[in-house]
């Protein structure tokens, strides 16, 4: 698919920044931080068998992530297994990805909800500037998306109110994009608190800033339709178009759809207009 008329008029396109966690790891009402995450003191996860013998939690993370890498994801979560026992935050969040995934293991929510809780628990405070921060805040968002529908089978019950905190406090303290944009979409739905477009908009522009394509997607429209929101249509194409334009159209046919229907709909005085705000959006990035 080619780029859409508003950037080939530009005749560039910016690529957008995206928020990375620590590169060998992923390889392959606001709550303040002292706040206590303990979830109801959750059992939590046991060793897929007795541990090996490692020199250090070092050791074993490496380890964990050497094997991983070379496709052997079962001794990968077994290395893993013990720098997570220690509490290492960064082991923690990947045995979690990994049992969410079902990758390399068999698939089990509740073991990932398990480890990432006690990743959140143990790691509530930690400085948003930190290093391991992205990890942390995304151990927040899988917790608020377990909650939101509960664990079938499990003392997981569902609780939007419980994933409005966990959102809540990844968007707050975080500044979390993908937590931000989850918890604006609970704002336009009504779920878990009362129903407020205008601070769902808020929400939504934070994230859309940080070059969250949803996000920029989702606020467009709004902008566009004047949903609850003062209409902007000539900026809610500015943010349609590079939503648009940073995604995979093969996975995310919604916003092609989202995008096409606003263009075809726009009028040439606001297609011009979303033309120079998005040549100045760009700009401000350089």
């Known amino acids: 698919m080619g780029l859409s008329p508003i950037l080939a008029a530009l005749q560039k396109k ?33 060793p897929l068998m007795p541990a090996t013998k490692y020199g250090s939690v070092r050791e074993a993370l490496r380890t964990g992530m050497r094997d991983y890498n070379a ?29 969410a995934d079902g990758d390399g293991v068999q698939h089990d ?19 948003p500037d930190s290093p391991n921060a992205p990890v942390i805040s995304s151990a927040f968002v899988a917790l608020g998306t377990y909650f939101l529908d509960g664990i079938k089978g499990t003392y997981v019950a569902a609780n939007p109110a419980r994933a409005v905190e966990m959102f809540n406090y990844a968007a707050s303290y975080f500044s979390d994009s993908n937590a931000q944009y989850n918890l604006a979409r609970l704002y336009l739905e009504g779920t878990g608190v009362d129903k407020d477009v205008r601070l769902a908009a808020r929400w939504l522009n934070l994230a859309a800033e940080k070059g969250h394509h949803a996000s920029q ?52 005085g606001d297609r011009k207009l979303a033309l120079a705000l998005l040549e100045q959006y760009m700009q401000s990035r350089h």
């Open 14 to 46: 910016k690529p957008m920044r995206t928020s990375r966690l620590i590169a060998a790891i992923l390889g392959a009402a606001v709550l303040t931080p002292n706040m206590v995450f303990a979830l109801d003191a959750a059992p939590r996860p046991q």
């Open 71 to 99: 496709g052997d994801k079962l001794g990968a979560a077994q290395a893993l297994e013990y720098a997570a026992g220690q509490g290492h935050t960064l082991a923690l969040w990947k045995l979690g990805r990994m049992y």
């Open 109 to 127: 929510d509740l073991k990932a909800f398990e480890y990432f809780s006690k990743l959140a628990d143990q790691n509530a405070d930690e400085s």
């Open 217 to 268: 997607a989702v606020l467009g429209h709004l902008l566009i339709t004047g949903q609850g929101v003062p209409r902007q249509r000539a900026r809610g194409l500015m943010w349609l178009t590079l939503a648009r334009e940073s995604i995979d159209p093969t996975k995310d046919q919604w916003i092609v759809k989202l995008y096409d229907d606003a263009f075809e709909n726009a009028g040439d």
